[in-house]
């Protein structure tokens, strides 16, 4: 959970800000709303516009330096509606006048009303381009100044071409209005201890992803004990809070929208409303075009007498089952209740382990060793760390808990624990390792499997290889001989990461620094998402460079390792892999014996096959396709095959054969590409695609459809095969269910 933020947004939305400047293909406010949009959270306000036609008035607008100041929206969360309204609001007004310092205290003003005394970010953000006239009085801007300390406020300043030696940036022949105030803003923000920047840098920086600093909600709150507090009396009992440590970070969930029955004359629409957090929110209804897209499930059971042979029911008639194999197996609610384990809330030190592992030493060498266990490997680990803490407001336990974390630490051992986070729920087995830095200290958890989860499997080794009489070989084609490991170690030396960046004063340092590194995934959905929030018909833009930056090698560090790449080829004997004929023809030129005998029409087992049954369709199909010398003869084997499939879907039982369906039909299109005949196969396509939007195999089968789209199983196109008669936008098209 983030901490609340109140920000208010000032935009200098003057008659200057309409020029192009500097060769720039925007406006200045064009170029200044770049920032805003990407940044905007909950309110955003203009200064410099006529009062009449943009937002509402503020409550100083009687005032004379308060004039041409309006309020587009208060505080409030901004939803893809009010956004939207944003953007018809924000424009180049027909004036100039306009106060910006009068613009920040109405925002000091709106903050203090809605925050109060609450806990709040409070933050103050003006961008402009400085050409106004600033009506300049010491006595409010030192009250601005006192304001904003007192208030804990944070004040930006992002200036159109200012002025930034630290960035590098300074306009020539700059306006001596200007550059007057572009010294007065700086100044306040210096009294402030705010920020100051050019816009160019400030646009610059938005291509570096922003990280989601979340609040942490604990998954558990009790006692962390050791030994059993009913029976001993010298058991240790600690109060003690879990939160987590790392967490894995999912990409933003899509949600389904569709057109309201009265707005059905144009096409279907998807919408989302981005959160100040930069969280996705999914109202009920967005806009008033657009809602809900809500399913209905329905159960059925097959019956003879029914028709169709198959009867609804609803689901209270229906027991709980699971899947065991391809088999369901239920079970009623009273023997679940049997074997449900009745738990209590509880965090249990039930052992103790040494750091030191010699698990590996043990399992080559058991003989050197007695009365040993085996330790703690790092591959145990099942999920993310958490955190162990003391209770904040307990003295005692804070002492109590640091002197477990000291003692872990001096006898260089973890805690195997047993964890049930609340009542009735699983245990969990946790290793609770002591984390001491300078200003806290605490356990470190991480979830390890029970013995039952524990599966041992025998490889053999990378180092030999052993015959089956038990012979040592360390010589084989299949092992790398001494020249390749020394070619493969010298290419590994040359590509080194770890020493081949630089940093700031020029010294070799890590290339690719997990703090410079992010998920590609997560932040180019998080960039569409914002950009289409904004502009909804623009095409979305490349992806930023941060993200793509190591998607690549340097090309530097390539350069300098091409020698050693060549070497290792050389030494391992790498040969370009001849191009894959895409397909044969139904007249191929079988192998033949010298004697020119078919062997096979001798002995009687060339038959050929006239029907594909469902237990063995994919040999049966396979036989059949090679066996025939005709086009009908495949197309005959298509078809049955095909019946197969859609019989398989129609009776399948939730998702359990649409696997065995896949590969079926991806065996289909593999066969028929290589002899050459497309048609039949996209026909088959069509089909399914028509029956499973018709509900004819069974009813509801979207799901089954997202799986063969999932596949890739889609037309065969002409980029594919060269006879085929399907463009590859008609195979794109394939995939919509418009059509």
């Known amino acids: 959970m983030a901490d609340k933020e109140a920000t208010v947004y000032i935009v200098d939305v003057g008659a200057s800000m309409g020029q192009y400047r500097h060769g720039r293909a925007q406006s200045d406010l064009d170029f200044a709303m770049t920032y805003v949009w990407d940044k905007i959270t909950s309110t955003a306000r203009v200064f410099g516009s006529d009062p009449w036609d943009q937002g509402t008035a503020n409550e100083l607008q009687g005032e004379e330096s308060f004039e041409n100041i309006?309020?587009?929206?208060?505080?409030?969360?901004?939803?893809?509606?009010?956004?939207?309204?944003?953007?018809?609001?924000?424009?180049?007004?027909?004036?100039?006048?306009?106060?910006?310092?009068?613009?920040?205290?109405?925002?000091?003003?709106?903050?203090?009303?809605?925050?109060?005394k609450l806990k709040y970010k409070r933050k103050i953000v003006l961008v402009t381009d400085g050409r106004g006239v600033l009506?300049?009085?010491?006595?409010?801007?030192?009250?601005?100044?006192?304001?904003?300390?007192?208030?804990?406020?944070?004040?930006?300043?992002?200036?159109?071409?200012?002025?930034?030696?630290?960035?590098?940036?300074?306009?020539?022949d700059k306006d001596p209005q200007k550059a007057e105030n572009e010294q007065t803003f700086k100044t306040l923000v210096d009294h402030c201890d705010g920020v100051f920047g050019t816009l160019q840098q400030a646009v610059e920086e938005l291509g570096i992803p922003r990280l989601k600093t979340t609040r942490p909600v604990p998954s558990y709150k009790g006692v962390l004990s050791l030994g059993d507090p009913n029976e001993?009396?010298?058991?240790?009992?600690?109060?003690?809070?879990?939160?987590?440590?790392?967490?894995?970070?999912?990409?933003?969930?899509?949600?389904?929208?569709?057109?309201?029955?009265d707005q059905m004359d144009s096409s279907i629409q998807s919408t989302a409303t981005i959160l100040p957090d930069g969280d996705i929110d999914m109202p009920d209804v967005v806009a008033n075009d657009l809602t809900n897209v809500k399913n209905s499930r329905t159960y059925q059971v097959l019956d003879e007498e029914a028709p169709g042979g198959k009867r609804d029911v609803s689901r209270d008639e229906l027991a709980k089952g699971y899947e065991y194999g391809r088999t369901a197996v239920h079970i009623s609610e009273t023997d679940e209740n049997v074997t449900k384990l009745e738990t209590q809330a509880a965090l249990e030190i039930i052992g103790f382990i040494p750091w030191a592992n010699v698990s590996h030493d043990y399992l080559s060498n058991p003989n050197q060793y007695t009365n040993v266990s085996l330790q703690y490997d790092r591959y145990m680990s099942m999920t993310v760390s958490n955190t162990i803490v003391a209770q904040r407001t307990n003295s005692k336990a804070i002492m109590a808990l640091s002197s477990v974390i000291h003692a872990l630490f001096e006898l260089e051992s973890y805690a195997i624990a047993r964890l049930v986070p609340k009542s009735d729920k699983s245990p969990l087995i946790l290793l609770l390792a002591p984390l001491i830095e300078v200003d806290y200290e605490c356990l470190l958890d991480v979830q390890i499997p029970f013995?039952?989860?524990?599966?041992?499997?025998?490889?053999?080794?990378?180092?030999r290889v052993v015959t089956i009489s038990g012979k040592v070989i360390k010589e084989h084609r299949n092992l790398p001989s001494d020249s390749l490991t020394s070619a493969m170690s010298d290419y590994v030396d040359r590509m080194d990461l770890s020493t081949f960046g630089k940093d700031d004063e020029g010294n070799p340092s890590e290339y690719m620094p997990m703090t410079e590194t992010f998920s590609p995934v997560l932040h180019r959905i998080d960039q569409a998402v914002r950009w289409r929030a904004v502009n909804p018909t623009e095409p979305i833009p490349p992806p930023y460079e941060m993200l793509t930056r190591y998607s690549q090698p340097a090309k530097d560090l390539v350069a300098q390792s091409k020698r050693r790449l060549e070497t290792l080829m050389a030494a391992a004997d790498v040969k370009k892999v001849p191009p894959k004929v895409q397909g044969r023809r139904r007249h191929r030129n079988e192998v033949k014996p010298l004697s020119g005998l078919d062997v096979e029409a001798l002995l009687g087992s060339k038959k050929k096959k006239t029907r594909i049954s469902a237990q063995n369709a994919i040999p049966d199909f396979r036989q059949m396709v090679n066996t025939t010398d005709s086009i009908d003869g495949i197309r005959e084997a298509a078809q049955q095959l095909g019946g197969v499939i859609e019989a398989r879907i129609r009776d399948s039982f939730g998702d359990i054969a649409y696997a065995r369906s896949l590969e079926e039909i991806g065996v289909m299109r593999e066969e028929l590409i290589e002899l050459e005949e497309p048609e039949i196969y996209n026909s088959f396509a069509k089909a399914l695609k028509r029956k499973l939007l018709a509900e004819e195999l069974g009813g509801n089968r979207k799901d089954f459809w997202w799986e063969f789209r999932k596949s890739k199983l889609g037309l065969i196109d002409q980029r594919t095969l060269d006879a085929s008669t399907v463009r590859e936008e008609e195979a794109k098209a394939f995939w919509s269910l418009n059509d």
């Open 70 to 116: 309006s309020v587009l929206q208060e505080i409030s969360s901004t939803f893809l509606p009010e956004l939207k309204q944003l953007r018809r609001k924000v424009g180049v007004s027909n004036t100039d006048n306009g106060d910006a310092i009068s613009a920040i205290i109405i925002a000091i003003q709106m903050i203090t009303k809605h925050c109060k």
């Open 135 to 172: 009506e300049e009085d010491p006595d409010s801007v030192s009250e601005i100044t006192k304001k904003i300390t007192e208030d804990a406020m944070e004040l930006v300043i992002i200036g159109v071409d200012f002025d930034d030696p630290e960035y590098g940036f300074k306009e020539e």
């Open 232 to 261: 001993y009396d010298s058991a240790v009992c600690i109060d003690v809070e879990r939160y987590p440590r790392t967490a894995i970070r999912r990409p933003l969930p899509a949600s389904q929208y569709v057109q309201r029955l």
């Open 451 to 463: 013995t039952e989860d524990v599966r041992s499997y025998k490889f053999p080794p990378l180092d």
